[in-house]
């Protein structure tokens, strides 16, 4: 399976970040998978923005749960991220991918087995 | 919330054993994946499941998972290991990722 990112490489303050991610080689309509949206700060780590689930439920970060929206759309086999009034902090590289769960004994695991090659968003006045 | 706790680096000579933990309030009850991060390039899934290795990875990459420390191991380091190293977990709905350990082969 390949992701690609595409969207605005720049973004002015308390402006909308859109970004969508590409799904080519599998199908986003499968229940086998999570697709999620992970970014990382220049030289920092990373950080897991939420997922959406074939069926539409999303799950969000709570520090940007106010702020964040993921929609999926399987007719262009894609998923999306709308990140709301962006300011300075939301200047990362932004990384969609694939999380192969696995559920045992009550407890989860996430792991990301596929990820897109990242789309650099810089939030400017 | 939940953290995970990683050093930030960790240096190994060539062909030596480099370990690098992820600590975490009762982490061995969770799953734990592990990430390899290049510069300029996206994460690599390295571990998961604790001990499980995904297609294509050297067998030199080893894990393990008790109580409060998740570790990662790479026997026989090379010079081609030298990255970013993220240990990851999922706790109650959310997704945690450590703060990362940069790996250093001297």
């Known amino acids: 399976v390949h992701l690609q990112e595409s969207g605005p490489g720049l973004v002015k303050t308390s402006e909308t970040l859109s970004l969508t991610c590409t799904v080519s080689g599998g199908t986003v309509n499968n229940g086998g998978f999570y697709w999620t949206w992970i970014r990382q700060h220049p030289q920092r780590g990373l950080e897991w923005i939420g997922y959406?689930?074939?069926?539409?439920?999303?799950t969000y970060n709570p520090s940007l749960e106010s702020r964040v929206v993921i929609s999926m759309d399987t007719s262009k086999n894609s998923f999306s991220l709308e990140l709301k009034s962006v300011t300075a902090a939301d200047t990362a590289l932004y990384f969609c991918?694939?999380?192969?769960?696995?559920?045992?004994?009550?407890?989860?695991?996430?792991?990301?087995?596929?990820w897109g090659q990242g789309t650099l968003v810089t939030v400017s006045s | 919330s939940y953290d995970l706790t990683q050093p930030p680096s960790v240096s190994a000579s060539p062909g030596q054993t480099a370990s690098i933990t992820c600590s975490g309030e009762?982490?061995?009850?969770?799953?734990v994946s592990w990430y390899q991060q290049k510069p300029g390039q996206s994460p690599l899934l390295v571990m998961y499941r604790h001990t499980k290795r995904p297609s294509g990875i050297p067998e030199r990459f080893s894990g393990s998972n008790s109580e409060n420390t998740a570790t990662l191991t790479i026997s026989v380091t090379q010079a081609v290991d030298e990255a970013d190293y993220y240990c990851q977990a999922w706790d109650s709905g959310t997704v945690i990722f450590g703060g990362g350990t940069k790996l250093t082969v001297l």
């Open positions: 009762k982490l061995g009850n969770k799953f």
């Open positions: 959406i689930y074939y069926t539409g439920d999303t």
């Open positions: 991918a694939r999380d192969n769960y696995f559920y045992d004994s009550g407890s989860r695991e996430s792991k990301f087995d596929s």
